[in-house]
């Protein structure tokens, strides 16, 4: 939702150039929330889910900082301030959305490194010494 008042706010603004990013995002995440509502993640098992939620929080964090901070302080016109304060916050939410998406991502891998893949037998189950 964020993402997509930003995008109204760049529309309106004389920092049209800048739309293109929460445009992207908005959609991106529109993507993701319906992957997961219609449990995709779960049918596509070849694409780590929590990964790609990662990247998307960090380049939306980085890239919504810096057009805010070009929205500032290059343009003087109201929606291009309202822009980027909107850009400022969203820069925090994702910010604390990678964070928690992090912890998720490595509770993940630990999961899956955790596991032996199947067909691969440890080497006890391989031996069959009677020696002892």
């Not at 993402?3 to 995440?29: G, K, V, W």
Request: a negative charge; glycine letters at 4%; one cysteine or more.
């Amino acid at each position: 939702v964020l993402s997509f008042i930003i995008f109204i706010c760049y529309i309106a603004s004389q920092a049209a150039a800048f739309m293109m990013a929460p445009l992207l995002e908005f959609l991106l995440a529109l993507f993701l929330f319906f992957a997961y509502a219609s449990k995709l993640n779960e049918k596509f098992k070849g694409l780590y889910w929590p990964l790609s939620d990662f990247l998307r929080c960090v380049t939306a964090a980085i890239i919504f900082f810096a057009i805010s901070i070009a929205a500032v302080s290059k343009y003087s016109d109201g929606a291009s301030k309202a822009a980027g304060v909107f850009g400022f916050i969203a820069t925090i939410v994702f910010a604390i959305d990678f964070y928690i998406t992090f912890n998720d991502l490595v509770t993940f891998l630990k999961q899956g490194s955790s596991d032996p893949p199947e067909g691969q037998k440890s080497e006890d189950e391989d031996s069959d010494s009677d020696s002892d």
